[in-house]
């Protein structure tokens, strides 16, 4: 692993900032229209069209167990590709792009079984800020059990 | 010469789809020649075929299938000059032989080498020998036959009074140009010394080359004479480390997707098709720019010449996927063969209709569940010769393969004249097994289908054979992941009849769009049997089976797709929506429904690609407005209706 920083797509939800790797964007859409999977579970919002394919589309406020806003036309979708995949994650907005060294990256704080923290990759602090790091494939919560 | 590595890529995918066909001709004119062995066209064809494969394998550094190839083209050469007249044992060597050839590059694509078929590749020089030994006495010896070619690696360093003491290097050289195959040549010139210093009746140079010969080591050497000033002469044969291709070319370059060729004619209509479609377009785009009310007209007729030239471009674009089904069927010959043989039987086999052409992904994943068909045809239906004669018939069995357009679908048969289905015995193994109870009543035809249910093995209770399971249920999967279904007939003791009927293509669909609530669906048109309203003393409550319809007197299970997809705000009243009757493999369901909204052509999209598979939808597509929709998965509710097994397919497999 070479030592010079990474990019971070930062983004908020609710009063948190969040970061994901930047190689794993695709791109940033706003928001269009999503049909409802049935049976899927609750943070899966359904699908929506990418220019002519199917993907996914995530909402992470469902994910990470926030209240989940009404979808306005200044709702964000980044476009995320995990393993040859293509999901849309729904989030409130998208900040900045960081550049994080892995030494501005602290581990996930140990919380017991009260919060389940794996997906997060660590948190990292930026001036007085303080960003959570996601492990995007793992924060997605589909990845890997995408094939039965 | 180093070719780049994107060049390399392709010519390495060509070579494999060449590769290919090239196999394919051999194995079936191999048949062929079986029957007529001394028909000059079949065996130019096999030898051309060979040839193709040795210069290719070379071109791509395959060098051990070039090479082993190469002894298959000299046996076929010698058929092809009339020196050896093929026998069926020779046929079966060449047969063995391009099998081992088609492993080899397989596993050199994906990178573990096979080890050399040292015993192959006796058993054919053997041949090649013998059929040369007559000819050898007739020809002056001096030429050399190619017989038997090994490479080596020769390294030639002359001595620096080489010249003077009258050896030439260059006639060298020529002189081993004439004898050997120089497949590749280097020069030394780490000895040269800067211009000012060169004696010029000094030599300094040397030269490494790869050459291929059917001499040995020993021959080489002597041809570099005088020996003492020829100073370093080494030949070494090459190894085979040195002989695998550095770059094996990878797994994934022949996998991914595979591609089609397409002729230039097709190729054209398709741009003049574009052309025209953007000549449309352009109308379009200005006359919606500059519009006024007196340009209605006009616009109109733009836009339905635009839509008719993407229609044209959508049949054009999905015929380039299609492709005749003989790709598959070219396989059958040769199984039906081996199989014949070592199980003692005699086939004869007729194939129908293999230029009938669909979708090339279904021709792929049609293969394995046809070749089970004819496997278990000629396995379990087909009886042994002097069975068959006590029973009055041929002493060799028929096995019909015929393979035909219908409609929008297309129907394969394979019809074997064995000893047919038993359906009492069929029967009774089923009620054994417990997938039916003694006092269920089933016509022979539903009887039949039994074979076709997971846990059936027909092999004991059918056909006395033991040994293997049928597994006749994974056909049965495989055909129905290709939407397809499969009808059985047979006659007791004179033959059974396996018809697949499959959809031309997986890409497009006829389909009825509906809505429930805010949600819309499309169900694929082909199961649709009605459209009904349901009055309020169809619908029965039965315990333990939800809710049926008495439609003409048949009891059908109602499934409230509301519920079952969970959507707020749907007609729940069954005599209020709509009643859609649908059916797969003769059992039908109704699905409730708001209403019916149109009939639109689809292209079906894969949910699985990006998300997974989902209970009740085989996939999505979008429409006209861009929206994404969900196309119902008709078998699998009509098997949940029914009861059998409407748990996600990973539930089953775990139990």
């Known amino acids: 692993m070479p030592a010079e920083p990474e990019q971070y797509l930062t983004f908020v939800l609710g009063d948190e900032e969040y970061a994901i790797d930047i190689s794993n964007v695709q791109e940033i859409k706003g928001y269009s229209a999503i049909t409802t999977i049935p049976n899927a579970p609750a943070y899966v919002r359904g699908v929506m069209n990418l220019r002519g394919t199917v993907i996914p589309v995530v909402d992470l406020r469902a994910r990470f167990g926030m209240p989940v806003k009404d979808y306005t036309k200044f709702t964000v979708i980044i476009i995320v590709t995990i393993a040859d995949r293509i999901y849309g994650l729904v989030v409130d907005a998208v900040s900045d792009v960081l550049n994080l060294a892995g030494a501005d990256l602290e581990p996930p704080p140990e919380l017991g079984d009260a919060l389940d923290t794996s997906f997060m990759t660590g948190i990292a602090r930026n001036g007085d800020r303080l960003i959570t790091v996601l492990q995007v494939d793992r924060a997605l919560g589909i990845a890997g059990s995408s094939v039965s | ?655």
């Open chain 2, 1 to 655: 010469m180093q070719t780049s590595p994107i060049i390399r890529a392709q010519l390495v995918r060509t070579f494999f789809e060449e590769v290919a066909e090239h196999i394919a001709t051999l194995e079936t004119s191999l048949l062929e020649l079986e029957r007529a062995p001394s028909d000059a066209e079949l065996l130019g064809k096999l030898f051309r075929a060979a040839h193709s494969i040795k210069g290719g394998a070379r071109i791509v550094g395959m060098a051990d299938v070039g090479r082993f190839t190469h002894l298959v083209e000299s046996l076929l050469d010698q058929m092809r000059q009339g020196h050896l007249v093929p026998t069926p044992p020779h046929i079966d060597l060449l047969l063995r032989a391009t099998d081992r050839i088609d492993a080899m590059v397989r596993a050199a694509a994906g990178s573990t080498p096979t080890p050399w078929p040292a015993e192959l590749e006796a058993e054919l020089a053997a041949i090649v020998h013998t059929a040369e030994a007559p000819t050898r006495g007739a020809r002056p010896t001096l030429v050399p036959v190619v017989s038997f070619e090994r490479s080596y690696h020769i390294r030639f360093v002359p001595t620096r009074d080489a010249l003077r003491a009258g050896v030439d290097p260059l006639a060298l050289l020529r002189q081993l140009g004439r004898r050997t195959v120089i497949e590749r040549i280097e020069p030394e010139l780490a000895a040269l010394p800067p211009l000012g210093d060169l004696d010029p009746r000094a030599s300094y140079l040397g030269w490494q080359l790869d050459v291929r010969t059917a001499l040995d080591a020993e021959a080489i050497l002597a041809m570099f004479q005088p020996a003492a000033a020829c100073g370093i002469v080494e030949v070494t044969p090459a190894t085979a480390a040195a002989a695998t291709p550095s770059a094996a070319p990878r797994a994934q370059q022949v996998g991914d997707g595979g591609s089609i060729r397409v002729s230039v004619e097709k190729a054209d209509t398709l741009v003049n098709l574009v052309g025209e479609l953007v000549i449309h377009q352009a109308m379009v785009s200005d006359l919606v720019r500059n519009f006024s009310q007196d340009r209605l007209a006009r616009l109109a007729e733009a836009v339905a010449g635009m839509e008719r030239s993407t229609r044209e471009l959508q049949e054009r674009v999905l015929a380039i996927r299609m492709v005749p089904v003989g790709a598959v069927l070219h396989r059958v010959p040769r199984i039906v063969r081996d199989l014949a043989a070592s199980l003692g039987k005699q086939v004869e086999l007729e194939l129908y209709g293999d230029d009938t052409e669909l979708d090339k992904s279904m021709v792929e994943q049609l293969a394995d569940p046809l070749m089970h068909l004819v496997r278990n045809a000629v396995d379990h239906g087909i009886e042994l010769p002097d069975v068959r004669r006590v029973a009055g018939k041929t002493a060799h069995g028929r096995l019909r393969i015929a393979a035909s357009h219908q409609g929008g679908n297309i129907t394969i048969e394979v019809r074997d004249d064995g000893r047919g289905l038993d359906a009492a015995k069929i029967r009774q193994k089923a009620i054994a097994s417990g997938l039916i109870s003694a006092d269920d009543e089933l016509s022979d035809a539903a009887t039949f289908k039994l074979i076709l249910r997971p846990g059936f093995s027909t092999a004991e209770a059918v056909t006395d054979v033991s040994g293997r399971g049928v597994g006749l249920d994974v056909v049965k999967r495989n055909i129905e992941a290709l939407h397809g279904s499969i009808e059985i007939t047979s006659e007791p003791g004179a033959g059974a009849c396996f018809q697949l009927t499959l959809p031309l293509t997986l890409a497009i669909l006829d389909g009825m769009s509906l809505r429930i609530a805010d949600s819309a669906f499309v169900l694929p048109l082909a199961t649709i049997v009605e459209s009904i309203r349901v009055r309020p003393g169809q619908l029965r409550r039965v315990l333990g089976k939800g809710e049926l319809l008495d439609i003409r007197g048949e009891s059908l299970p109602l499934i409230r797709l509301h519920r079952l997809f969970e959507i707020a705000g749907a007609i729940e009243d069954p005599t209020r929506g709509l009643v859609v009757i649908v059916e797969h493999d003769r059992r039908r369901v109704g699905l409730l429904v708001d209403e019916i909204t149109g009939q639109p052509q689809v292209v079906i999209k894969s949910l699985e690609r990006h998300y997974r598979k989902v209970d009740g939808l085989m996939g999505a597509t979008i429409l006209g407005d861009g929206h994404v929709t969900l196309i119902l998965d008709v078998p699998g509710l009509i098997r949940r209706g029914h009861g059998l097994g409407g748990a996600p397919e990973g539930a089953r497999h775990a139990s």
